[in-house]
């Protein structure tokens, strides 16, 4: 079974600029999480998407968004970019059943760079 | 706010020996798992263990255990016969569950971990 997917692995923006991250969970998976680690904040929820619908989000301004396609795969956007979302940008995906007491599989991650 | 704090940033053994990263953490809820995450320099993090808050049995998975005390808010993990690829960041993290469903992880900063050959 292929692992989780994410493109592009990395990326570089400028200030202002918007910016899409895809991510294609793992084959019959429906739950995919979004996580931002950087090296001073660490390792933060942005949010989950279930079956098209976000089911969970954490504490990001509105300038992070997402949404899932009838196939699983997610895509997460950065609106009017700022220097600090530079960050490594993991998804996760998990079957998504069992009340979300499944184990999550993490992607390889999108390293992005804003300058 | 549930908050997961590693005191140690980075610890260092020798080959073959055996290791204990520390972790607690802080909640008010009574459904909720803990976990350990490895993150290599590759930056794909892997699930090393995992542990119900309901389950007094501490996990084991292989050279991997967990110490698991509820009451003191404590999760450490510690790594027996220690092996040049367990060189990697290790983040200590906290799932609840509350309404039939799940939050996002709640990670601690990491522990960096170091394996003298």
């Known amino acids: 079974k292929a692992g989780v997917t994410q493109t592009p692995r990395y990326l570089i923006k400028t200030r202002g600029q918007q910016v899409t991250l895809s991510c294609s969970p793992i084959?019959?998976?429906?739950?995919v999480s979004w996580y931002q680690q950087t090296p001073g904040q660490g390792l933060q929820f942005l949010f989950e998407?279930?079956?098209?619908?976000?089911?969970n989000k954490g504490n990001f301004p509105g300038r992070f968004s997402g949404r899932q396609f009838s196939n699983s795969r997610s895509e997460m956007n950065v609106s009017t970019l700022e220097l600090g979302d530079s960050a490594l940008y993991l998804c996760?995906?998990?079957?998504?059943?069992?009340?979300?007491?499944?184990?999550?599989?993490f992607g390889p991650g999108t390293r992005l760079t804003v300058l | 706010a549930q908050t997961v704090t590693q005191s140690q940033p980075e610890m260092s053994v020798q080959e073959a020996e055996t290791v204990t990263l520390s972790c607690t953490y802080d909640t008010s809820e009574s459904d909720y798992y803990l976990f350990w995450y490895k993150q290599p320099p590759s930056r794909q993090m892997i699930l090393v263990i995992r542990q119900e808050a309901y389950k007094q049995q501490n996990a084991t998975e292989n050279r991997f255990s967990v110490n698991f005390q509820k009451a003191a808010k404590s999760f450490s993990l510690k790594i027996s016969d220690s092996q040049l690829g367990d060189a990697a960041m290790y983040f200590c993290?906290?799932?609840?569950?509350?309404?039939?469903?799940?939050?996002?992880?709640?990670f601690g900063k990491g522990t960096h971990l170091i394996i003298q050959p």
């Open positions: 998407y279930f079956s098209e619908t976000q089911r």
């Open positions: 996760a995906s998990s079957s998504g059943l069992a009340g979300g007491r499944d184990e999550q599989f």
């Open positions: 993290a906290y799932r609840s569950y509350s309404g039939g469903g799940a939050d996002g992880l709640t």
């Open positions: 084959s019959g998976h429906r739950s």
